[in-house]
């Protein structure tokens, strides 16, 4: 009797040390952000939800600024892309934008109008093609100027294209505030898996099934059988069949001695089937070429039944204190016809068999302001625009080499063609945010064709140093809050 309670008291006493600890980080953070001049979270979302109403407008534009984590959806011609978030070392940036380009004509276009999602990163977009089409926006984090803040959304969010207006569907019982989720589409309902919430004190990964019925605007929570895939973010989703989706990969972060944090990236794939009544959970282990475990993946179902992963981190040196990582810009999918599942690597065609059949076309110019960077792991070459002798916007060009290796970009499919926006890359304690755009015929797999070739300089704002320890957080805190990101958006396809 007397241990029992001695137990109970222990663990009553560490609970009173957590608590104090987190009393004490609030404390020391509400310090900083004083002497930053920023404002608490909480009242920036609420002016920024505080907009006005404003009547719809469409309008031909330049494309979007540098971002990562960005939302993205295709329907018939059209890719939609929302949000996103931009860094340079010294600010964070959230964006609440929508753009569509039309991959016909080669055109973007802004859409406005208010009221309307609130700026955000790590949120996830479906598109629907009832009722004249329809995108689908859930969650998300809001993250402030400093990197020291962020908030976590669990709103839900239609765009009418028909209709030209956004709505906020407002349903109750649904999943809890969240980023790094994902979403599918699956007979009229919005399936929901994992993600996590994190506000750079305590941190919580997710495991947990929603769906959403669009026929009758009600979230449920799926109660599962069997054994199911450890809480995790950015995994890859997917739908196999009528009946089973298919989960693999993703990211979760852990608490490590000393109060440091450790990243796993997993490389596990489930099967999620459905069955009258109940839904099951049951593990599998795919064939053929299965990419390297990595995070900050981008993950796109194909009309032609194959689910493809873009780019993505992989961790080469690790330590208590010390990560590098190598970037890749590789191409992978995960062939799920005939009831089977199989990993195949896209692998391009040499250039030299490229250029013989491209032989009757004119040379293309070389591109202008070539920055290579360099930090002994991997090499990426950033170009600036290039010399053509039309001076349209819209001219594209063919690259073999295509985009470098990022993580957290854009991806998505419009008939036979892959298509890859944006995204991040590190360099030491840097990171750059992107905004080039390519596209791939994975029919052929002979060449990238750039649209938009990349910034030909990227600015970078903050230290140089990984132990810097300026008290304006400015890169130790923003550097947590990207690997956070990059996690996020990203791991999605370990394997």
Same mark, same amino acid.
């Given at each position: 009797m007397g241990k029992k309670d001695k137990k109970k008291k222990k663990g009553f006493g560490i609970e009173k040390t957590n608590a104090k600890t987190d009393k004490k980080l609030q404390a020391k953070q509400k310090k900083l952000l004083q002497k930053l001049g920023e404002d608490d979270i909480e009242n920036m979302v609420q002016s920024l939800q505080a907009q006005t109403q404003s009547e719809y407008s469409e309008s031909v534009c330049a494309p979007p600024s540098p971002r990562s984590n960005l939302a993205v959806a295709s329907l018939d011609d059209m890719i939609y892309f929302h949000g996103g978030e931009f860094f340079n070392g010294a600010k964070v940036e959230c964006f609440g934008d929508l753009f569509s380009y039309n991959t016909n004509k080669n055109e973007w276009r802004v859409i406005k109008c208010s009221p309307c999602p609130t700026p955000r990163s790590g949120h996830q977009m479906i598109s629907t093609a009832a009722n004249g089409g329809e995108l689908w926006i859930f969650g998300g984090e809001f993250a402030s100027p400093s990197g020291l803040q962020f908030y976590h959304y669990r709103d839900l969010w239609k765009f009418s294209i028909a209709g030209k207006k956004w709505e906020?569907?407002?349903? %109750?019982? =649904? %999943?809890? +505030? #969240?980023?790094?989720? #994902?979403?599918? @589409?699956? &007979? &009229?309902?919005?399936? @929901?898996?994992?993600?996590?919430? /994190?506000?750079?004190?305590?941190?919580?990964?997710?495991?947990?099934?929603?769906?959403?019925?669009?026929?009758?605007?009600? $979230?449920?929570?799926?109660? !599962?059988?069997?054994? +199911?895939?450890?809480? #995790?973010?950015?995994? =890859?989703? =997917?739908?196999?069949s009528d009946d089973k989706i298919v989960v693999f990969g993703g990211y979760t972060k852990s608490s490590a001695k000393a109060g440091s944090e450790r990243g796993q990236t997993h490389a596990d794939t489930f099967i999620l089937q459905e069955t009258p009544g109940k839904w099951k959970w049951s593990s599998t282990k795919p064939g053929g070429r299965r990419p390297t475990p990595r995070s900050g993946v981008s993950?796109?179902?194909?009309?032609?039944?194959?689910?493809?992963?873009?780019?993505?981190?992989?961790?080469?040196?690790?330590? /208590?204190?010390?990560?590098?990582? @190598?970037? *890749?810009?590789?191409?992978?999918?995960?062939?799920?016809?005939?009831?089977?599942?199989? $990993?195949? &690597?896209? /692998?391009?065609?040499?250039?030299?068999?490229?250029?013989?059949?491209?032989?009757?076309?004119?040379?293309?110019?070389?591109?202008?302001?070539?920055? !290579?960077?360099?930090?002994?792991?991997? *090499?990426? !070459?950033?170009? =600036? %625009?290039?010399?053509?002798?039309?001076?349209?916007a819209n001219t594209s060009q063919l690259d073999v080499g295509g985009p470098s290796p990022r993580m957290n970009a854009a991806i998505a499919v419009v008939r036979h063609n892959l298509w890859i926006f944006g995204g991040s890359y590190e360099q030491g304690s840097r990171q750059y945010t992107l905004c080039d755009f390519y596209s791939l015929d994975v029919n052929k797999c002979d060449a990238w064709r750039t649209h938009i070739g990349n910034l030909p300089s990227l600015q970078w704002l903050g230290s140089d140093s990984e132990d810097s320890s300026d008290s304006d957080k400015s890169d130790d805190d923003d550097d947590d809050d990207d690997s956070d990101d990059s996690e996020d958006e990203s791991d999605m396809d370990t394997e």
């Open positions: 906020h569907v407002k349903v %109750p019982n =649904g %999943p809890s +505030a #969240r980023s790094g989720h #994902r979403m599918i @589409l699956h &007979k &009229k309902r919005i399936i @929901l898996f994992g993600g996590f919430h /994190d506000n750079n004190q305590s941190f919580l990964y997710f495991n947990d099934v929603w769906m959403f019925s669009m026929d009758k605007y009600a $979230w449920t929570k799926v109660d !599962t059988d069997g054994i +199911a895939p450890t809480p #995790r973010s950015g995994v =890859g989703l =997917g739908v196999v993950c796109v179902t194909a009309p032609n039944g194959k689910i493809y992963i873009f780019g993505g981190v992989m961790d080469t040196e690790e330590d /208590d204190e010390n990560l590098r990582g @190598l970037f *890749t810009n590789e191409i992978h999918f995960l062939d799920i016809q005939g009831g089977g599942m199989a $990993w195949r &690597k896209v /692998d391009l065609k040499k250039k030299k068999e490229v250029e013989t059949e491209m032989s009757d076309e004119p040379a293309a110019a070389p591109s202008q302001n070539v920055k !290579t960077t360099t930090d002994g792991i991997f *090499t990426v !070459t950033v170009a =600036g %625009p290039k010399q053509e002798s039309s001076t349209s």
